[in-house]
């Protein structure tokens, strides 16, 4: 018994993560998540872009050029 007792404080926080993790899988939570980070991604690119057009716009010619 003491054995488990030392294995459940040792890992609490991965346990409490695989709890969570399959909390989020069963309620399909996942794909909201998932919809979230690419939205910020999305965002985040976007804004890049429009504050350095010319960079971007220097690195693609030289990436099409390179092919």
């Not at 399909?28 to 872009?49: D, E, K, P, S, T």
């Amino acid at each position: 018994m003491e054995g488990l007792k030392k294995f459940i404080k040792d890992y609490r926080g991965a346990i409490i993560g695989i709890i969570v993790a399959i909390l989020i899988l069963i309620t399909r939570l996942h794909q909201l998540i998932l919809a979230i980070v690419l939205l910020c991604i999305g965002a985040f690119v976007g804004n890049y872009v429009q504050q350095n057009k010319y960079d971007v716009k220097e690195k693609l010619k030289n990436l099409i050029d390179r092919m």
